[in-house]
């Protein structure tokens, strides 16, 4: 038993340096509690791609003297938060958006795990970001969280007040998201992932 749990705390350790190597993170700026779930480095690479996919719509943004619409809005932060539910229901996480001045309600932290990591995030603008060992409704596990920093494309829907798209003004009316600056720690990312997913009860049997 002993040397099945040193046996699977390596392996998570190999992963995770394999994957920091990967995403040229550097160790320090993510911390790893002891022994974690067998799927946590898929999680944080999901995150990843979720991150470089919000840039990305929004770098279309760039040199667009429009004000964006509805429509737009649909191509940047609206498909991450689709996607976001599509990961939760194919990994079997929860995957969120956690952020202090949020747009969204549903976006508000959810316990004070998520408070302190936004305040650890402010604290150390180069943390990228660390696991917790959470317990989630019933179930325990792991919870990653990622930071998410305001680009100059942000601005177009995040910063003066004054300035935000009609659109927001009209479907968002306790909104929170704006007078944003470039480099402002706009809100993280959170991945529960419980410690009971398939991944972990394969790697048990092994
Ligand atoms: C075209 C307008 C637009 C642009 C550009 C935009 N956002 Fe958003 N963003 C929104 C809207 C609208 C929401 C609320 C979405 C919802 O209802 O879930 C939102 C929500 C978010 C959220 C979820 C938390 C919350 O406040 O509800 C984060 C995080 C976020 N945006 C970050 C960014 C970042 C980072 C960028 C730049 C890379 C960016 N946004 C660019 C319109 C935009």
Redesign the pocket.
């Known amino acids: 038993m002993v040397f099945r749990l040193i046996q699977a705390a390596l392996r998570a350790c190999m992963v995770t340096f394999g994957l920091v190597a990967i995403l040229n993170i550097t160790p320090a700026a993510i911390a790893a509690p002891g022994p974690v779930p067998a799927d946590l480095p898929q999680a944080v690479a999901e995150i990843e791609s979720l991150d470089a996919m919000?840039?990305g719509l929004?770098s279309t943004?760039e040199g667009q003297t429009e004000m964006?619409t509805g429509e737009?809005?649909k191509q940047?932060?609206?498909p991450?938060?689709m996607r976001a539910k599509q990961l939760s229901q194919e990994r079997g996480w929860q995957v969120k958006?956690?952020?202090n001045?949020?747009?969204?309600p549903?976006?508000a932290p959810d316990n004070l795990h998520a408070r302190m990591a936004l305040a650890k995030f402010e604290q150390d603008p180069d943390l990228v970001g660390f696991w917790d060992q959470e317990t989630m409704g019933d179930q325990t596990g792991v919870r990653y969280y990622r930071r998410?920093?305001?680009?100059a494309?942000?601005l177009?829907?995040?910063g003066a007040k004054g300035d935000r798209?009609d659109?927001?003004k009209a479907?968002?009316p306790d909104d929170?998201?704006y007078d944003f600056n470039v480099g402002d720690l706009?809100?993280m990312y959170a991945v529960f992932v419980p410690a009971t997913t398939q991944a972990d009860v394969q790697a048990a049997l092994q």
């Open positions: 919000r840039s929004a943004l964006p737009t809005f940047v932060c609206k991450v938060g958006q956690i952020a001045r949020y747009r969204n549903a976006h998410i920093n305001v680009e494309t942000c177009a829907c995040h798209p659109f927001v479907k968002y929170r998201a706009r809100g």
